[in-house]
């Protein structure tokens, strides 16, 4: 009952938000309305007793990538101000495809077989994800951190070159 | 009707909190901000309301209070009203992992989490927001610079804190608050097992441990934007920075806000670094209070003594000098736990 009145509050905590981020004409409110939506998503993941992520996704997400977000936008010329219209004239044919698209996820949600497992989650799954990044998954991980530093080193050399 | 149950204890714990935040925090902090400052420039500061002006705070607030609430007439009035809220909601959640020491047979702590250490520095980073709202929305560019200000700055320092943080975290092999204060029982006098000396078996550690604690305090000052990192609110080149625009109680929320977020570092090096609530002879909460406010009282010494770094040196400092010495720390405390 408590879990079930959790869900619907952080569905909506999500959802709203996220409506408000597609359709607002206000660029910066749009990208605002992000951060209720990632704690909503946050709220989720606590939920789902996954608390090491749910603390990853507020300081990450919420912290750190909705701050980028609202700071590059209010940089730019169109960021402030300006009303936009975030749809373009093909709304109809839009709707549609993303109305097929929503079914077909539906209809595959709703048929796939979602195993339980039994049992009890340990008292704290850090020291779990920190070594299953270290041994299983050391590949993805890797792979991850060289993006991130490319990206990093692609950056300082934009950056530099105005000089 | 468990979980009613939980929502009527959640709501009584963030009242308690709210009104510690407001008395100790704000109050409090202001008072002895404006008295030591008195004293490191040779004045007396506030006297005249109550005895030695302890009541000077509580006068202003009143002040504050009745103060009109004026919304600039171009500002975005939703997010120009909803700023503080946040900022004085996000410092409020980081409250709720500190422990204050034991009590009644049991710590007390609103919560103790197991991602506690997480909870905190992610609570820190979303003040950010805050601070970029409330100073976009206010349109005005002095609001705005302080603004961009902050956010180039708490996001540069978020790294170097989470890094030190990672120190503690990895000798204690815990994230909870209360499971590293715990494990910095015992030793000398009750102080030879806090973790700026390192660990008992390890001495090794004790250079490791103390230049996090450095790292920490150092990053926390930049985080919470006072001197010498104040340059988000300057008042001398940006008239205040991002709350330039605020009157009356949303000002106050604002300081409130950022005195609470003050004071929680302070607590949080007290348990990181300083044993939390252990320490000889006195019970354990009087020793979290005397840490926290030695603490405080070390902030207030550097904003009365320092000048404000520019923008450059404060991002230098940050990318060249902490970042890179928190990931050495990391690497160097865990070759010598291994």
Sequence with gaps: ?163 | MNWFLEIVKAVLAALAVFTFLAVVGAMLGVYLERKISGWIQSRLGPKHVGPQGLLQTIADTVKLLQKENIVPSNADAITFNVAPLMAVVAALLAWIIIPFGPAFGRVLVVRDINIGLLFFIGMASLIVIAILLGGWSSNNKYALLGGFRSASQMISYEIPLALAVMVPIMMAGTMSTVGIVEAQRGGWLGIGNWYIFGLPGNRGLLVPGFLAFVVFLTAATAEVNRVPFDLPEADSELVGGYFTEYTGMRFALFQLGEYAEAFAMAALTSVLFLGGWHGPWLPGIVWFFIKMFALVFFLIWVRWTYPRLRLDQLLNLSWKGLVPLGFVLVLVTGWLLV
């Design chain 1, 1 to 163: 009952m408590g879990e079930l009145a959790a869900f619907i509050i952080l569905a909506i905590v999500t959802l709203l938000p996220a409506v408000v981020v597609v359709t607002s004409r206000n660029l910066v409110r749009a990208a605002m309305s992000l951060i209720p939506s990632f704690l909503g998503v946050t709220g989720l993941f606590v939920l789902l007793q996954a608390e090491f992520v749910a603390g990853i996704q507020i300081l990450i997400y919420a912290g750190a990538i909705a701050v980028l977000i609202l700071f590059v936008i209010m940089l730019t010329q169109g960021g402030t101000g300006t009303a936009l219209r975030q749809v373009n004239e093909q709304q109809l044919v839009g709707g549609l495809v993303a109305g097929a698209l929503t079914i077909a996820l539906l209809g595959l949600l709703l048929r796939t077989p979602w195993p339980l497992v039994a049992g009890t989650l340990p008292r704290s799954n850090v020291a779990a994800v920190g070594g299953a990044f270290l041994t299983n998954f050391i590949l993805a991980f890797e792979i991850s951190s060289l993006v991130l530093l490319v990206s990093l080193v692609g950056a300082l050399v934009i950056a530099r070159r105005e000089q």
